[in-house]
Antibody
């Protein structure tokens, strides 16, 4: 079964840092580009970042550029999101998602909640 | 940046109704569009990709159409399990963007 499981969320103060992880199983992780998507409480979906299968291509939303870093370890079947200089507006559920071969995101993980508050 | 206008934001309907949701782009994206369903407290699920191709396992009452700038998601005969929020998403160019969402509620 294809599965993505996020971890690392929690409560952090403004200006703080957090590292999210996404453990992949059930598919050849190294063959797929991967993504982070977030959803603020009661709001819509926002694409955050994407990384190609070999890490050659990396993209960020303007809202996180310079503060967040996406990375992956294909030997460990894992995706990461290092989040620095966190702001209240970064409060959201963060999902990792695989880029489907023909487009779109499938599947998604269950999400991990990040709360930025003093 | 490609801006997306999804409408309506709220749709009240009854079981058995035919419903349509629209997604309009600020510029052409060919057919690089996906539709997702999200239920409360759950992750989104891919329904349709390439504007009109049904993801495996998705019921045939769901269909997608359009290309360029105007796209539509249609549910032909609304079932109780279809009451949820739906999002469109373009993957034509970065930054990838989502529509604002359409909540389909029971009338």
């Amino acid at each position: 079964e294809v599965q993505l499981v996020e971890s690392g969320g929690g409560l952090v103060k403004p200006g703080g840092s957090l590292r999210l992880s996404c453990a992949a199983s059930g598919f050849t992780f190294s063959s797929y580009s991967m993504n982070w998507v977030r959803q603020a409480p009661g709001k819509g979906l926002e694409w955050v970042s994407s990384i190609s299968s070999s890490s050659s291509y990396i993209y960020y939303a303007d809202s996180v550029k310079g503060r967040f870093t996406i990375s992956r370890d294909n030997a460990k079947n894992s995706l990461y999101l290092q989040m620095n200089s966190l702001r209240a507006e970064d409060t959201a559920v963060y999902y990792c998602a695989r880029t489907a071969v023909a487009g779109g995101f499938d599947p998604w993980g269950q999400g991990t909640l990040v709360t930025v508050s003093s | 940046v490609i801006w997306m206008t999804q409408s309506p934001s709220l749709l009240s309907a009854s079981t058995g109704d035919r419903v349509t949701i629209s997604c309009r782009m600020s510029q052409g994206i060919s057919s690089y569009l996906a539709w997702y369903q999200q239920k409360p407290g759950k992750a989104p699920e891919l329904l349709i990709y390439a504007a009109s191709t049904l993801q495996s396992g998705v019921p045939s009452r769901f269909s997608g159409s359009g290309s360029g700038t105007d796209f539509t998601l249609t549910i032909s005969c609304l079932q109780s399990e279809d009451f949820a929020t739906y999002y469109c998403q373009q993957y034509y160019s970065f930054p990838w963007t989502f529509g604002q969402g359409t909540k389909v509620e029971i009338k």
